[in-house]
DNA sequence: ACTATAGTTAGCTTTATGGCTAACCAATCA
DNA sequence: TGATTGGTTAGCCATAAAGCTAACTATAGT
């Protein structure tokens, strides 16, 4: 299951519409075609891409496929842009702390001028 | 700044590592290019990409253009992510007070079973 | 003024994406 | 068994993506 992949999967927003109904439970083909006005086969290769990304797995039973959603591709990139917000947050403080460092100086030296 | 085009920005490798290196703070074209083999049009074109997905912005000032990172945009993305774990956390909770609810009628069945 | 640096523009290739139609299985149902 | 339903394959088209080179512009340093 690869970044590239989820991350290009999520980026359509027909297959983004498909896994916001998939969060709702199982659906077949069919089901989740219906809302759209897309020919069955686009659909289909859509669905295609969502399973090889990761992010929904799906099995035929008789002649009816079963979608479902594979949470795991979905809480991969949560996890991605959660150490990155980390990464960005950690430089922002060390930051916000310099800055702090640096009024602090500001108002000792006034006050030193002052007692000049 | 559409989820459409922040996924799409995400799903190239070279980009993530481009928004990578800003988490830790703003950079040139210049050094953003360094670790990579690319040749420079091909870089700045992944940067205009950054920038119209709204995940980068930028500034020449003289002959270097600085990059930052569009934090926001970042954001926007764990939001959607959030909401649809929200969604599928519902409905897992949901399938489990009612399996709790079957196996309670379960033992109940059982002890009728056993008293009769 | 000359040269080196830092980007930028233009234009080309190759490959991938998103959509379609038409024809084709394979399981149900009547 | 014959028709219907549910999905699948194959193949076409238009556009966009990701890379390149070559040539250009505009600042900065000497």
Redesign the interface.
Same mark, same amino acid.
């Given at each position: 299951m690869q970044?590239?992949?989820v991350?290009?999967a999520?980026?359509?927003?027909t297959r &983004?519409a498909i +896994?916001?109904r998939l969060?709702?439970?199982e659906a077949s083909v069919g089901e989740l075609a219906k809302p759209f006005e897309m020919a069955l086969p686009s659909l289909m290769k859509h669905i295609r891409i969502l399973e090889s990304s990761g992010l929904v797995a799906s099995e035929k039973t008789g002649r009816v496929r079963m979608c479902s959603?594979q949470?795991e591709a979905?809480?991969t +990139?949560?996890g =991605?842009?959660?150490v990155? &917000?980390e990464? =960005?947050e950690q &430089?922002l403080d060390r930051l916000e702390t310099y800055v702090e460092k640096l009024k602090k100086r500001e108002k000792s030296n006034a006050r030193k001028r002052r007692s000049k």
């Open positions: 970044l590239d992949h991350f290009g999520l980026s359509d927003a &983004r +896994v916001m969060c709702d439970g959603l949470t979905l809480a +990139v949560e =991605w842009l959660a990155q &917000r990464i =960005w &430089r």
